[in-house]
């Protein structure tokens, strides 16, 4: 499989290579879209801000005016006997117009000012004289009128064709002011006459042509597009040069990496194999990570110490290689047990087999699945007796309760565990009876209800003082009888 990967590779970088001034070529026709597509979503964008400035400020500065006019102007004209405010202000002697007409005119003066911009103020209570075209004219105002009488402090703007241009519309709300209220509630033509601060009562919308705008910055595109082509002509001529010289090299530097690769590889995996048939996978991906000190608290944990009983004197009686075989044969059957019930190995010493259950993942059945590992053990050495003509047995010890479990040291660091706990089920272990599981309280209390017991009373536990232990026997289970009432069997393992 590697070397059909190795093959593979090696034909497509040697193709690449042969068409290299090709795939350059490429590259630079997609690096020239690119920048052309980012440029104009930049210049779109641009222009978006700029107009959208643009038009708010001539709002704002409209709007300013507005105001000034009618709170200075026409605040200090009406005080003055003989002066009075009408929309036909120019037909009538003494007139002044009103705030609206003001507007409005000033509008008409920044249009002519500003080709392609214009002003129109609108509202659904025009005066009677602006009846004819003082509402909205199309389905954007309408919009504009409905979002601005829900939300006046936001503007309501599109980028639209507008009488055949691209154009930017803009629509701001204009809200009634102090000064403005008693003018609007008493004029004899106000379609309108309970106004209050604060309320719509129309919207100034500017629009704006794009026409001049888009012109010129397609001109820049143009430009930026025939720069960009003439600089990777250049490039493009001047790599290939120098590709041409590097080929070969290159090409040799390519099969020595690909090879180094794989052999890296290869021994990476090997590595990574090896690490985890000594660490659980959890914690070798933590010092893998860069975790030099690893220490963790299990509150529920269940340890299993096992000794072969007469192992010492077996190994008194034959060669030491082939004692050596015999001890693996066993251990490995016990590897095969512990991988079954999901346990996790912790050491062995000399011919003392440690596991653990619970950690480095916390499970609820911990306990359980040590019990079967015991009951396992001495089926396996049951077994290994009558294949090979031997007499050992299995002494186990059993304790469940809180550890500390982690890693120490730089060199040939281990998993291990420390606590009570541990030392304690080491002594389960030590005291025990060959060929018989031996287990504390805490762990017959976890187990009394699915497991068949037999109780060896008070002994005496080095470091420990008097302990009551029990021995485990088998498991229990239940069958019925035909009355449907449940009764318990006794089955020993």
């Known amino acids: 499989m590697n070397k059909l990967i190795y093959r593979v ?6 193709q690449l290579y042969k068409r290299t001034t090709l795939v350059l070529s490429l590259m630079f026709c997609i690096a ?3 920048g052309l597509w980012n440029t104009y979503r930049l210049s779109s964008n641009l222009i978006k801000s700029q107009v959208l400035q643009h038009v708010s400020d001539y709002a704002e500065t409209l709007k300013e005016a507005r105001i000034l ?5 026409v605040g200090h004209a009406i005080k003055i006997e003989g002066i009075s405010m009408t929309h036909d202000y120019k037909k009538k002697e003494g007139a002044m117009p009103l705030p609206i007409t003001f507007l409005m005119e000033l ?3 920044i249009e002519l000012k500003n080709p392609g911009m214009s002003v129109y103020i609108y509202s659904n209570y025009p ?17 504009a009128i409905r979002h601005l009488e829900k939300n006046p402090d936001l503007p309501f703007y599109k980028f639209v064709e507008f009488q055949g241009h691209p154009s930017f519309r803009y629509a701001e709300a204009d809200i009634m002011k102090p000064s403005c209220v008693s003018c609007h509630n008493n004029h004899p033509d106000s379609p309108k006459k309970d106004w209050k601060v604060g309320d719509v009562r129309g919207v100034l919308e500017i ?15 143009r430009d930026t597009f025939f720069t960009l082509v003439g600089l990777s002509i250049l490039g493009v001529a001047g790599l290939t040069l120098v590709i041409s010289k590097l080929r070969r090299t290159s090409t040799e530097l390519e099969r020595r990496v690909i090879e180094r690769t794989a052999e890296l590889a290869e021994e990476k995996e090997k590595s990574e194999s090896l690490l985890l048939n000594i660490l659980p996978e959890q914690i070798a991906d933590r010092l893998k990570q ?3 000190q690893i220490a963790e608290g299990f509150a529920e944990v269940t340890i299993l110490f096992a000794d072969i009983v007469g192992f010492t004197l077996l190994s008194e009686k034959i060669p030491p290689k082939d004692l050596v075989i015999l001890l693996n044969k066993i251990f490995s059957e016990f590897d095969r047990l512990s991988d079954r019930h999901g346990l996790e190995k912790i050491k062995t010493i000399g011919d003392a087999y440690m596991v653990a259950s619970g950690l480095p993942i916390p ?10 590992m015991a009951l396992d053990m001495q089926q396996a050495i049951a077994k290994f007796n009558l294949e090979n003509n031997c007499e050992l047995s299995i002494r186990i010890g059993i304790n469940s309760g809180p550890v500390i479990a982690g890693v120490i040291g730089t060199k040939k660091f281990i998993y291990d565990l420390w606590g009570d706990a541990v030392n304690t089920a080491s002594r389960m272990e030590s005291h025990g009876i060959p060929g018989a599981i031996q287990v504390t309280t805490s762990t017959y209390n976890l187990l009394e209800n699915k497991y068949v017991f037999q109780e060896r009373g008070v002994i005496s536990v080095k470091g420990k003082g008097e302990m009551k232990t029990y021995l485990l026997v088998g498991r229990k289970v239940s069958i019925k009888k035909e009355s449907g009432k449940r009764i318990d069997k006794k089955i020993v393992l």
């Open 9 to 14: 590779t090696t034909l497509f970088i040697h």
């Open 363 to 372: 499970r609820t059945d911990h306990v359980e699945a040590v019990a079967e």
């Open 127 to 143: 005066f009677p004289w602006r009846q004819a075209e003082g509402g909205p004219r199309d389905n954007f105002e309408l919009k």
């Open 290 to 292: 860069g975790h030099h």
């Open 69 to 73: 006019y009618s709170s200075e102007i």
């Open 207 to 221: 629009t704006q042509s794009l026409d001049s705008t888009i012109k010129m910055t397609n001109a820049g595109l």
């Open 32 to 34: 020239i879209i690119a």
């Open 107 to 109: 509008a008409q003066r």
